[in-house]
């Protein structure tokens, strides 16, 4: 799994209430991601990170943001949670300097929001 | 939007058969990625393939890549019981930023 954790692994909170999923890893990559998996839509990509306060948008970034302040950790926040966000949120990392290639994927975190 | 299209799926067969599962894609590509999710786990990469590859192989998995028609393969051989799992293709863009791009997946049953 890369050391790659996430926490927390599982959370249910309420409509407009913020959120914070952290992932982090124990070595010094530089590509992180974080991703979500919704049934019928496979994974998509939020936001990614490549480099210490270097981050940009993915696919679905719309009511998430990212901050990056150590190589470690990649924080996502959901500023104010809608049940559109209930879903399960992986983090992954890229071993390489080229985003593109092999990812490795934390065990995920199941959110409900209610 | 989602590059990769995984056919067909689902896919459901017998211990012991042969399970093939494809990919479709649209823009020019670095490599081509598969991945196994087991249920309520992370994904799991399998293999990789570049673009000036046309196949590879790893133990029972054999990965085809035609960028002609921008489709590849997967076939597992002599499936088991725990290859049961979601298949997701993954494709590396040339242009834009470097991330990949994923699939919905083709869910595989193998029957005992």
């Known amino acids: 799994d890369a050391g790659i954790t996430q926490s927390p692994r599982h959370k249910v909170t309420e409509t407009g209430t913020p959120v914070t999923l952290r992932c982090h890893q124990t070595e010094n990559h530089r590509y992180m991601y974080w991703y979500r998996q919704d049934p019928g839509h496979g994974l998509r990509l939020i936001h990614y990170s490549y480099g210490v306060k270097d981050t940009d948008k993915g696919e679905v970034s719309d009511g998430y943001s990212v901050s990056r302040s150590k190589t470690e950790d990649f924080l996502l926040t959901l500023e104010s949670a809608t049940s559109s966000q209930t879903s399960v949120y992986f983090c992954a990392i890229s071993e390489s300097d080229r985003g593109w290639d092999t990812q490795y994927f934390g065990p995920g975190t199941r959110l409900t929001v209610l | 939007s989602q590059q990769g299209e995984e056919d067909p799926q689902a896919l459901s067969i017998q211990e012991g058969e042969n399970a093939t599962m494809n990919c479709s894609y649209k823009?020019?590509?670095?490599?081509l990625q598969w991945y196994r999710q087991n249920s309520g786990r992370g994904l799991v990469h399998l293999i990789l393939?570049?673009?000036?590859?046309r196949e590879k192989h790893s133990g029972r998995l054999r990965v085809t890549l035609d960028t002609s028609k921008k489709s590849s393969s997967l076939l597992i051989t002599a499936s088991r019981a725990a290859d049961t799992a979601s298949y997701f293709c993954?494709?590396?863009?040339?242009?834009?930023?470097?991330?990949?791009?994923f699939g919905q997946g083709t869910r595989l049953t193998i029957n005992p």
């Open positions: 993954a494709t590396g863009e040339i242009q834009g930023a470097q991330k990949l791009v």
């Open positions: 823009t020019s590509i670095n490599n």
């Open positions: 393939i570049r673009s000036n590859e």
